[in-house]
């Protein structure tokens, strides 16, 4: 169950310097904001609408009035779970009477996207108020909490992040008051030179209530003189670097914002209402029935009021786009359109190509579910063998278990993979997985296929071979805990026991994206970083239980800590290349 607030945090006295400067704003993370907050006039004027906005099909009765509030328990889950995570999803909404329960049902949607926090803000009378919980979004919200959750816009944030029940300080969106009135902001992505702009905040005398990178863009957004208020997002963004896909809200307006790289999606669709909405993936505009009309550009600044509709701004002059090539692997659902591709068509054609370049004699194809299962598709169709469900998931594995006291073998795995004897005994079989990461789940998936009875097991990946760490807004392992980066393809085969092993040849995939190849970013297959990396990262998937607050401020980002004096981070990073290159 989770936890969540909407109650007035205090500021946190956990500081790493006096303050010597009056700071620019306080940040209430999980807040209604009162509405003393607002005496301060608001840099725009209300708009009165030209047109009445209704909604045509309206949801309240899709929620029981009578759930209880969830319980503010949160014990984490250690089930085996080898894969890189995407860290968050976001949705927003503009111009509609149930912008909360519609900002709701669109999370749901992005729930793949982020499984440890949810959050909405939404604005109401000028006033923005906010519900943010830990746990899954039908978890943190109830009828209860929507109803606290009147007006027109709104924004929602999905979030993984590491265990820990210090965490729901930094679940978003997050809301904060400055001089010229409130704003509320939901980020996709990672900022890499978060630390130095953390620091020069801090030594101007700014107060920080989280360990969120996306605090240090209010912090910014706060102390910018720019005139309007977009401005101020262009003049903070100006001095980010890194991944960043924005949606923000103020008592007027809905401001969507893309980094100039393009690194993490977002979309843009519009209701039969006329309601426009704003999501990292195509998949939340179908649920709440939004058609999409087009991407926000890398680089672009999308601005909707009432007065002037949507307006489109160009942040920064920007390079080529570099999307993230693993939305397509692994971390976007198969229905959605990202980066203007079908996610389903990719990895059907990513199984077609290993088909070709690595065919094995086989009786039987199967997948890792869910993300293995489109591209043994692809690849059982190439060949002519047939696809079958050999690996049932349990898609009923809550956050805790119970081990017995006697120790089972790979019980994390077998909690959620369940092996069909029927469809692998005496089988040569053929697995598709999206990807290998350290290769411990991978080993522990053949010898349950193997104790299932399979005569032979043939690992097929559908990725190239991962060897790089990611800095934009994906949780991956350091690069020595990569096995790809440690290990030749046939030590990795022998590592994790199966009868053979191919990656998806790192050309191929080029090769099928065509002229759009250069448009992606291959760093963690390639190490070659579009953004060079500013700070040293060591974070490791879920190894710190708490996010740093209540520890050394060394450790307060959660695992991120600023490399020695001596080290570069070029040189750290190089023998990346010398790899890639092999």
């Not at 968050?88 to 509609?96: K, T």
């Not at 949810?118 to 909490?145: C, M, P, R, W, Y």
């Not at 989280?210 to 903070?236: C, G, M, N, Q, Y």
């Amino acid at each position: 169950m989770a936890a969540s607030t909407t109650n007035l945090s205090p500021l946190s006295s956990h500081l790493s310097k006096p303050i010597t400067n009056k700071p620019p704003f306080y940040l209430f993370p999980q807040t209604l904001l009162n509405p003393l907050s607002l005496r301060l006039k608001s840099l725009f004027r209300t708009h009165k609408p030209h047109c009445t906005v209704s909604s045509k099909n309206p949801i309240a009765d899709f929620f029981l009035a009578n759930k209880p509030d969830p319980e503010p328990s949160f014990i984490p889950s250690f089930i085996d779970d080898d894969k890189p995570r995407e860290e968050c999803g976001v949705v927003g909404i503009f111009g509609d009477p149930e912008a909360s329960r519609l900002c709701y049902l669109a999370l749901h949607a992005l729930q793949h996207r982020g499984q440890e926090g949810a959050g909405i803000v939404a604005v109401n009378n000028n006033v923005l108020q906010s519900v943010t919980g830990v746990g899954l979004v039908s978890d943190v919200f109830n009828e209860t909490k929507l109803s606290q959750l009147p007006g027109e816009m709104a924004i929602g944030h999905v979030r993984y992040s590491t265990a820990g029940s210090s965490m729901l300080k930094n679940v978003q969106p997050f809301v904060a008051g400055y001089r010229f009135g409130s704003v509320g902001v939901a980020h996709n992505g990672n900022l890499v030179n978060y630390r130095t702009l953390r620091a020069m905040l801090e030594d101007n005398g700014s107060i920080f209530n989280t360990s969120s990178d996306t605090e240090v863009v209010l912090h910014l957004i706060a102390i910018s003189k720019a005139r309007p208020f977009f401005l101020r997002i262009v003049d903070a963004c100006e001095k980010l670097e890194g991944a960043y896909s924005m949606v923000f809200v103020t008592e007027d307006k809905l401001v969507a914002v893309r980094d100039p790289y393009g690194f993490r999606p977002l979309v843009m669709g519009r209701r039969t209402n006329g309601a426009v909405v704003f999501a990292s993936e195509t998949c939340a505009l179908d649920l709440i029935e939004a058609t999409y009309e087009r991407e926000v550009n890398p680089g672009e600044v999308l601005v909707v009021d009432k007065k002037d509709g949507v307006q489109s701004l160009c942040l920064l002059p920007h390079p080529e786009p570099k999307q993230c090539i693993f939305e397509h692997i692994y971390f976007a659902l198969p229905n959605s359109v990202v980066f203007g591709r079908s996610v389903y068509e990719s990895r059907h054609v990513f199984g077609e190509i290993l088909a070709t370049e690595a065919p094995v004699d086989c009786d039987v194809v199967i997948a890792v579910p869910d993300s293995g299962v489109v591209a043994a598709l692809g690849y059982a169709a190439k060949v002519g063998v047939p696809f079958q469900q050999g690996l049932i998931r349990s898609h009923y594995v809550g956050r805790t278990f119970i081990e017995p006291s006697q120790k089972i073998r790979d019980f994390g795995v077998k909690l959620k993979l369940s092996p069909v004897r029927g469809v692998l005994d005496g089988k040569r079989v053929v697995v598709v997985d999206d990807s290998i990461v350290r290769g411990t789940t991978s080993s522990k998936i053949v010898r349950l296929i193997k104790e299932a009875g399979a005569k032979e097991v043939h690992m097929r990946i559908a990725s190239p071979p991962i060897i790089g760490s990611c800095y934009y807004g994906v949780d991956t392992p350091s690069a020595e805990e990569l096995i790809s980066n440690r290990m030749s393809v046939e030590e990795i085969r022998e590592f994790i026991g199966c009868d053979s092993l191919a990656f998806l040849p790192f050309d191929s995939l080029q090769k099928m994206l065509a002229s759009d190849s250069q448009k992606f970013c291959y760093a963690c297959f390639s190490g070659k970083y579009p953004v060079m990396p500013k700070e040293v990262k060591v974070k490791k998937v879920g190894d710190f239980l708490d996010d740093g607050l209540n520890g050394p401020m060394d450790s307060i980002d959660g695992g991120w800590v600023r490399g020695p004096k001596n080290i570069d981070v070029e040189k750290e990073i190089d023998p990346l290349y010398q790899q890639s290159k092999i």
